[in-house]
């Protein structure tokens, strides 16, 4: 079975541009999570969805930060403009009807120059 | 607002030896407790899940426990292999939240 797939891998763009994370969770988790995780840090949830309705986003910046899981499977996260300050790894991890065990990606490594 | 703390940071240790993560947490309205491991440039893996009503729970070497009371949750791993060498990780739901809120982790080193 595949796991969570996440691409790129890696992405360094300049401050003020736009980028753009993609997920594919395990066939038939309904629910997805984005985390942001700093160096020497634990990951922090970004966004939760339940289907394609986003249940939790709370720690979202959304002045700059965006979302979306349209179809309820796959999912798109975007950064317009990025900071210097976003620099940092995006997880997404998936879970099977909101279920306690969450299976993780191996992330997006994402330097802004 | 839940938080957890993960003590120490980093620990070195010889080969074969049995040690111990620990993990606090400072809301006990928890039903379940997790650990995950992180290998450099890496997802995270779950390890063990603890159910509120489950004082401990067990894979192989790992021995997971979990002290509501207290607030407390500890990591045993037993004959300590180079190969475990990695950051672990512990995580709790928010008082009752869906959302899990991570320590910074322990980074382990066994050293051959």
């Known amino acids: 079975e595949a796991g969570v797939v996440q691409s790129p891998r890696y992405k360094i763009i300049e401050k003020k541009q736009p980028v753009a994370f993609w997920c594919n969770p395990i066939?038939?988790?309904?629910?997805l999570y984005w985390y942001l995780q700093n160096l020497g840090q634990g990951p922090e949830l970004l966004i939760r969805?339940?289907?394609?309705?986003?249940?939790?986003d709370s720690q979202l910046p959304k002045d700059r930060f965006s979302a979306e899981r349209l179809k309820g499977v796959d999912s798109t996260l975007k950064i317009q403009p990025a900071e210097l300050g976003d620099s940092a790894v995006y997880l997404c991890?998936?879970?099977?009807?909101?279920?306690?065990?969450?299976?993780f990606g191996p992330g997006t490594r994402l330097l802004v120059l | 607002k839940q938080e957890v703390t993960q003590i120490p940071a980093a620990l070195s240790v010889p080969e074969g030896e049995n040690l111990v993560l620990n993990c606090s947490f400072t809301d006990s309205a928890i039903y379940n407790l997790q650990w995950f491991r992180q290998d450099p440039g890496k997802g995270l893996t779950s390890l063990l899940l603890i159910q509120s009503s489950q004082r401990e729970q067990t894979s192989g070497r790992l021995n997971a426990s979990l002290d509501k009371s207290s607030g407390r949750s500890t990591l045993y791993i037993a004959a300590s292999q180079p190969g475990d060498s990695a950051t672990y990780l512990c995580a709790a739901p928010g008082g009752g939240a869906r959302q899990l809120t991570f320590g910074s982790g322990t980074q382990l080193t066994v050293l051959p």
């Open positions: 066939s038939g988790h309904n629910t």
């Open positions: 991890a998936s879970s099977l009807n909101g279920q306690e065990t969450q299976y």
């Open positions: 969805y339940e289907n394609e309705e986003a249940v939790d």
